[in-house]
């Protein structure tokens, strides 16, 4: 048995499967107060004593640098309570086993990368576009990390022409996340995206936005695919602007494949990120030195 945690800012899933991913048990949760959710969490691993490892993918930024005094810890967050969180910390005092620490985008772009539409690719980017803007990379089935992990939504991007907004980010302002994650629309318009019709203008803005970064991901990193997945992928047509812009964009400076192919949505939905936090828990459990 090995175990997953995907922690988000809205909610929790936590599963046990076998070793092949066939899932014994989901929960799902809200997140509230750090020590609620644990419990929460405690709970529900409890009754599975033969856990072999677990992986956590969890919303950031969290300290992935296993020389900082603050490894394991979410860190910046907004989110009352959960800033300098000891997340890793706090599981591992409760379960002596294995357990595999990354952010919910690289689960999710793990799962993917395993057994989603990056099953046949050498390397892929996975990134969310919902309440915030957050991606992952893989690269030859290792995660793109440095000094931490890529903070793809907080990226710079020039404004449309047709948008005045000024962006909602508390650092930057109209960074991509500020222009283009979900709550971006509401603060425009002062109504949630899901409820402006299929014709509004917005949807080719936040195409525009996205498709800028892509190109930049493109440039910078060449990955066989990009795979696009939160809630605001889901406005009408989304993908399909994204995908004419970022032809537009790149004006065919470099090599892609063909876009269809390159630009996807995770065929694994919303299961991408406790299947990539499954994923990191069989190769602790069983593939480790
Ligand atoms: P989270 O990022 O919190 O995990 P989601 O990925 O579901 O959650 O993203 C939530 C965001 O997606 C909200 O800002 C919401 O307005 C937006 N959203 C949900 N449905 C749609 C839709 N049909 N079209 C555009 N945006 C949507
Ligand atoms: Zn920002």
């Known amino acids: 048995m090995i175990g997953a945690i995907e922690a988000g800012g809205t909610k929790f899933v936590c599963a046990v499967s076998d070793e092949n991913f066939n899932i014994v048990e989901r929960v799902s949760f809200k997140t509230t107060h750090p020590e609620e959710t644990m419990k929460n969490v405690f709970s529900f691993f ?12 969890s919303f950031g930024p969290i300290d992935i640098n296993k020389s900082s005094t603050k490894y394991g810890y979410i860190t910046s967050t907004p989110k009352p309570g959960w800033r300098d969180f000891n997340f890793l910390g706090e599981i591992k005092k409760h379960y002596n086993i294995p357990i595999g620490w990354t952010t919910d985008v690289n689960a999710a772009c793990l799962g993917e990368y395993e057994m989603g539409s ?6 892929c980017i996975y990134l969310t576009i919902g309440t915030g803007i957050g991606g992952g990379a893989i690269l030859n089935g290792n995660f793109v990390e440095g000094f931490g992990h890529p903070e793809m939504g907080h990226i710079l991007v020039k404004p449309h022409l047709k948008d005045n907004f000024k962006g909602w980010c508390p650092y930057h ?49 060449r990955p066989e695919k990009i795979i696009l997945g939160g809630g605001v992928m889901k406005g009408p047509g989304m993908l399909e602007l994204i995908k004419e812009e970022f032809n537009v964009l790149l004006a065919d400076y470099i090599e892609i494949p063909p876009v269809d192919e390159y630009i996807v949505k995770p065929s694994l939905g919303d299961n991408a990120g406790i299947i990539g936090g499954l994923i990191l828990a069989r190769k602790l459990a069983f593939e480790s030195i």
């Open 118 to 123: 990056a099953a046949e690719n050498k390397s």
């Open 173 to 221: 302002g109209n960074c991509l996340e500020g222009l283009a994650a979900g709550p971006s629309v509401e603060k425009r318009y002062g109504t949630k995206a899901q409820n402006l019709e299929n014709n509004h203008e917005i949807w080719q803005i936040l195409a525009y936005y996205i498709a800028q970064a892509l190109v930049n991901y493109s440039l910078i990193l």
């Open 46 to 57: 409890d009754s599975y004593k033969e856990l072999k490892a677990i992986g956590i993918g």
